[in-house]
């Protein structure tokens, strides 16, 4: 087994020896190939650690891009091929000795990836990636583009890919609210923000299902062009909820721009993430925000929700 310190170490990759800035947060992106010519990417926080390819249990009855379950560490963990499940040419037999099992920390499940090669990791700026042509359509599983060394490098949406391959069951985990609670949520100006498609439709579900009002956008600039706009407006966000990982601002560095603008200072901040590690939760607390989720889960996000409405009532 390999740890993500090896990958890092081998490729000569460093992480930058500044000190953190609350409203410039960086990344460790771990690039690896699906095919022979493309580079895609997954932010080392998703990462807990890669193994060379490993004889798998076929699983019954599954998804055909599981390709069966791996033992590591005593955890029975499905393993994807990642290519398959994208829409490219799935892995043969007769290279697996050669591939590796990227092993994800991603919505309270560890999932692992078969990948055809590992490259490099390196530090990237959110603010280096920018989000995919709006051209590739619903189904592109990428939520950024950036480029390495001349190379372009696609940064992918997990979340879209397991909701494919887990297909959530819609009537789950679907919070209740009292007569009393909807009320206290619907005056309140709600802003969603999140890269991910599904993750946006995830959130939008959860407020929809009680006829609460919201706005939502893809993009982290955008979204404090928008409360900006509402403050002038006099009409500001009561209630922020952001992904954490999005490329161009992302959401510790929005909560932070929040937090220092006057005018949009009062929002009541929520930012979630698709990591199960306490990693971001600590962060999110440093730039002002206050509550930090793993996401998704809508009765958990509800009642954060009814925690700012109540934090509004108790300064009037």
């Known amino acids: 087994m390999t740890s993500l310190a090896d990958v890092s170490a081998a490729s000569g990759s460093r992480a ?6 609350k409203a410039s947060q960086s990344q460790g992106l771990l690039l690896f190939k699906l095919n022979h010519t493309q580079l895609f990417a997954l932010g080392t926080l998703k990462i807990r650690e890669l193994v060379p390819f490993t004889p798998l249990t076929k699983l019954p009855n599954s998804h055909s891009a599981i390709k069966g379950t791996a033992t590591v560490r005593g955890s029975t963990i499905p393993v994807i091929d990642m290519a398959q499940a994208i829409g490219f040419k799935s892995v043969d037999d007769n290279e697996l000795d050669k591939c590796y099992i990227i092993i994800t920390d991603c919505q309270r499940m560890l999932i692992g990836f078969i990948v055809r090669s590992i490259e490099k990791i390196i530090e990237c700026n959110w603010r280096d990636i920018m989000p995919p042509s709006s051209t590739l359509g619903s189904n592109a599983y990428l939520t ?3 480029r390495v060394d001349e190379r372009i490098v696609q940064l992918l949406d997990v979340e879209l890919l397991l909701s494919k391959i887990f297909p959530d069951d819609p009537t789950a985990n679907r919070p209740i609210l009292t007569d ?3 009320e206290q949520l619907k005056p309140l100006n709600i802003l969603l923000v999140d890269d991910s498609m599904v993750a946006r439709k995830q959130l939008s579900d959860a407020l929809d299902s009680f ?11 955008e979204a404090l062009a928008m409360m900006k706009q509402s403050a002038a407006d006099n009409k500001a966000i009561d209630i922020l909820v952001s992904d954490i990982e999005m490329p161009g601002l992302d959401g510790y560095e929005l909560a ?11 929002a009541y901040i929520i ?12 962060q999110a607390t440093q730039v002002g925000a206050n509550e930090a989720l793993t996401k998704f889960d809508a009765r958990e996000l509800i009642d954060a929700m009814l925690r700012g409405a109540q934090s509004f009532q108790s300064t009037d």
């Open 256 to 266: 932070f721009e929040v937090k220092n603008d006057a005018a949009i200072a009062k």
């Open 211 to 221: 006829n609460i009002p919201y706005q939502v956008t893809s993009d982290g600039h």
């Open 16 to 21: 930058s020896n500044k000190p953190a800035n």
């Open 180 to 182: 009393v609670q909807r």
């Open 144 to 146: 950024g583009v950036t």
């Open 271 to 282: 930012l979630h993430t698709s990591l199960s590690s306490e990693i971001s939760v600590s």
